[in-house]
């Protein structure tokens, strides 16, 4: 296909490395341009009072948020594993809870796998949601744990809402997460490094402002929709 194609357009360097090998003897020009989104619409706001209620989350709970679909490459297994960790190593804590939005095959597995881990309590199944805005804002902290990502679009979304994230190391996430965030990609396998990240989030909330505010202002300048609508303008008019 590619040799029918005056340019392919890749979503990360890391993408273009790749397909740099996979596509030799092809001279079609390869572009990275990075996703972008709307981050006047993706912006901070109060959290939602009324779908807090609908979920049963308290007022004063804390509340670890993913979006995603329910596959097995999104490790939601792994999300679940480590908020038992979380949960069991701290004291006095606020009520803490787990909203996860989507949907997918895996959804019946996760679900007898938080029952397992004693977690059904405290975690929350938001089903496919056409709109997630409010199911951003009312996070405290965005987990992404996958095994594989491209650019993904619910990280650029939570950051963009001023969302603390914290995500496992693969694809481009600490590409996203800019110098200043790194420390927020954790090694996909170190489940104790994934707890302690979230609950560094969770045990303050100045980091957590902080950690979301830089999460926005990276967002702003590199993932923008305007950036990105303009880099596929500049290829469209031929200025490859």
Request: glycine share 8%; net charge negative.
């Amino acid at each position: 296909a590619a040799r029918h194609t005056d340019v392919v357009v890749c979503v990360s360097d890391v993408l273009r490395n790749e397909l740099t090998t996979a596509l030799q003897g092809c001279r079609v020009p390869l572009v990275c341009i990075e996703n972008g989104i709307d981050v006047e619409r993706y912006s901070p706001g109060p959290r939602p009072a009324r779908l807090g209620q609908e979920l049963g989350i308290p007022e004063h709970g804390i509340v670890i948020g993913s979006i995603g679909r329910l596959e097995s490459v999104k490790r939601y297994d792994r999300l679940l594993q480590a908020f038992r960790l979380l949960k069991s190593s701290l004291v006095n804590a606020p009520p803490l809870y787990l909203v996860i939005a989507g949907d997918g095959s895996e959804r019946g597995r996760l679900e007898t796998l938080a029952a397992e881990l004693a977690l059904s309590e405290w975690v929350r199944w938001c089903g496919w949601v056409t709109d997630p805005l409010d199911h951003y804002r009312l996070c405290d902290v965005f987990a992404l744990t996958s095994d594989t990502e491209g650019i993904p679009l619910s990280l650029l979304e939570a950051m963009a809402c001023g969302i603390a994230p914290v995500v496992t190391d693969v694809g481009v996430n600490r590409v996203v997460l800019g110098a200043e965030l790194e420390g927020q990609a954790i090694t996909r396998d170190n489940l104790h490094g994934i707890a302690a990240a979230l609950a560094a989030l969770v045990g303050s909330r100045d980091l957590r402002v902080s950690v979301g505010q830089r999460a926005r202002q990276r967002v702003v300048e590199r993932y923008s929709l305007d950036r990105m609508v303009t880099a596929y303008e500049s290829v469209y008019r031929g200025a490859t």
